[in-house]
């Protein structure tokens, strides 16, 4: 079967086993987005810096610390651990080039707001190595969208307490990109990283009543 045909039978596929909130298909172009919503732990926390938590949200029941080293000038870190049961979805967004599948794998970037470019390299190299060890030739985005939903906490380590860090992929002057250049931290700041995880969760809580 020619590259243009398993495009679009796969596209066709994808669209069929998962719905509009998680599969996107691109009007454009041959590809499309994926959302990827993880399954957390019961009983899940973030330990957040307490200095970028709004002051309702802060609570010193729930607040630990990190000392400086000693003999050190360092100040103590305060954090919260806050509940959620909902964090933004991973997004994987793909391009097909005209090889694919015969000998090209997909383009693609993964974002998302509380995983750092560092952890969201580790998920490209990951599916690199998927793409590596078929050898080509047949299509892949179903077994990619399955390992990230499935295999995603385990990989990554992520468990509860879990640090929520934002990270800039820049090094010093902006001059070099740390990571792998398919992989964004989609937020500006600490600060308003804290503040969309907490709006996010609290949406999808009320969803789901």
Known sequence: ????????DELLALASIYDERIFIPSSEEKGGQFNVFLDLPKAFEL???SRYLPKDSRSKKNRTSDHGASGTTEKTECYELLDVEYLPPIVLNFRFPEDYPSRSPPLFTLSCKWLTVFKLSKLCKCLDEMWAEDGGGEVI?????????????????VESPFLLQYKKAHGQNNKKRRGDPRAFQDVASHYKLVGAILEYDQQEKKKSF
């Open 1 to 8: 079967m020619a590259d243009d045909e398993q495009q679009e």
């Open 47 to 49: 330990k957040i810096r």
């Open 141 to 157: 985005l179903f077994r990619w969208t399955q390992f990230l939903l499935d295999e995603t906490l385990t990989i990554l380590n």
